[in-house]
């Protein structure tokens, strides 16, 4: 099912502070910067920084693995039939479809298939 590393996601409560911090302090390149994502080329994976998934909440902390598929219909099929907890609906991003799942204790991962629209 899954192709590749593709991003690390760090929720960050100021994408600001967090942006200069991992570009300017540890030097890592900017690939994209918004309110909403910024990604860095961490040598060779994107680490992306993300406000906090569910809006008002405080960041958990940690990270979210993004892994690539090839075809994020069907590995929300296989995932639900093993009865693995995966979102409804799949979410754009500049790279990509993106579906959030949870590995079975309960911390977030996602996947995404490139170039694939919503």
Same mark, same amino acid.
């Given at each position: 099912?899954? @192709?590749?590393?593709?991003?690390?996601?760090?929720?960050?409560?100021?994408?600001?502070?967090?942006?200069?911090?991992? @570009?300017?302090?540890? #030097? $890592?390149?900017? &690939?994209?910067? *918004?309110?909403? =994502?910024?990604?860095? /080329?961490?040598?060779?994976?994107?680490? !992306?920084?993300?406000?906090?998934?569910?809006? #008002?909440?405080?960041? @958990?902390? !940690?990270?979210? $693995?993004?892994?690539?598929?090839? /075809?994020?219909?069907?590995? &929300?099929?296989?995932? @639900?039939?093993? !009865?693995? =907890?995966?979102?409804?609906?799949?979410? !754009?991003?500049? *790279? #990509?479809?993106?579906? /959030? +799942?949870?590995?079975?204790? #309960?911390?977030?991962? &996602?996947? +995404?298939? $490139?170039? $694939?629209?919503?």
């Amino acid at each position: 099912m899954v @192709r590749s590393l593709h991003t690390i996601v760090i929720e960050v409560d100021d994408m600001a502070a967090a942006t200069t911090f991992y @570009r300017d302090v540890l #030097g $890592l390149k900017t &690939q994209i910067e *918004s309110p909403y =994502w910024t990604s860095l /080329d961490c040598f060779g994976t994107t680490l !992306g920084l993300h406000p906090p998934f569910v809006p #008002g909440e405080t960041p @958990r902390g !940690g990270v979210v $693995l993004c892994l690539a598929v090839a /075809d994020l219909v069907a590995a &929300q099929a296989a995932l @639900r039939a093993v !009865g693995a =907890w995966c979102a409804d609906a799949f979410h !754009g991003t500049p *790279s #990509g479809a993106v579906l /959030d +799942i949870k590995d079975p204790s #309960g911390n977030p991962l &996602q996947l +995404i298939q $490139l170039g $694939l629209s919503v």
